[in-house]
């Protein structure tokens, strides 16, 4: 398995991790949660998969995909209540899922000789509409909007690394640990000291 193999899959496992907490969360059943689980873990590739036109989509291609979002079901309905708060853990694997799937989606890209503007959005898409998608299906405020927080400018900034990468003459392996690196570096930055971008204030008109 290659090094873009690897990333993906474990962006896909700890995606779907947060999936099962968010179920866990709602107090789904054990199907519940594997929709979520699964749906978080593969949605954002997904949608990259079909705006760059790979037939299959990855996960029909190589299903241990799913295989480890199942795990990832199992593993968080019999161990959620130990969890101190769930939100908490939430909000640091996704940090990490991010990382990982920013990394993965925009290499993907690259592989595939896409420009680096298109490298950058396929690296953000596959990043945040996983989570995006689990956070619209469970009715919570979806974390990517939360107001002023690091969340789609780490992704972007991460995928800017993969995509100026080849200008700087950097390999793989180095573009991926950096890519996630920066990713991870600002999400957490955000959760653990309000790293945070102006928000907009409206004025009163001027007559």
Same mark, same amino acid.
């Given at each position: ?41 593969? @949605? ?22 799913? +295989? ?17 708060? =769930? ?35 396929? @690296? ?44 700087? @003459?950097? +390999? ?8 996630? @690196? ?6 957490? +930055?955000?959760?653990?000291? +309000? ?7 409206? =004025?009163?008109?001027?007559?």
């Amino acid at each position: 398995m290659t090094l873009i193999s690897w990333i993906d899959h474990a962006a896909v496992l700890v995606f779907a991790l947060t999936g099962a907490l968010v179920a866990s969360r709602a107090q789904l059943d054990i199907i519940g949660f594997a929709f979520l689980a699964i749906l978080t873990g593969v @949605g954002g590739g997904t949608v990259r998969d079909v705006l760059l036109d790979r037939n299959p989509v990855f996960w029909m291609t190589d299903p241990t995909y799913l +295989g480890v979002a199942v795990i990832a079901v199992f593993v968080v309905f019999f161990t959620a209540h130990l969890f101190e708060s =769930r939100y908490k853990a939430i909000l640091w694997l996704d940090a990490a899922a991010l990382a990982f799937a920013v990394a993965a989606g925009a290499n993907i890209a690259t592989s595939l000789g896409q420009s680096a503007a298109i490298v950058v959005v396929m @690296g953000t898409v596959t990043g945040c509409l996983g989570g995006l998608m689990r956070d619209v299906v469970a009715n919570e405020v979806p974390l990517v909007l939360k107001q002023g927080e690091l969340y789609v400018t780490c992704a972007v900034a991460g995928a800017a690394v993969v995509a100026l990468a080849p200008f700087f @003459g950097l +390999g793989q392996t180095l573009t991926v640990l950096a890519a996630a @690196g920066i990713t991870f570096g600002l999400r957490a +930055g955000s959760i653990a000291f +309000g790293w945070r971008l102006p928000v907009y204030k409206s =004025r009163p008109p001027r007559y």
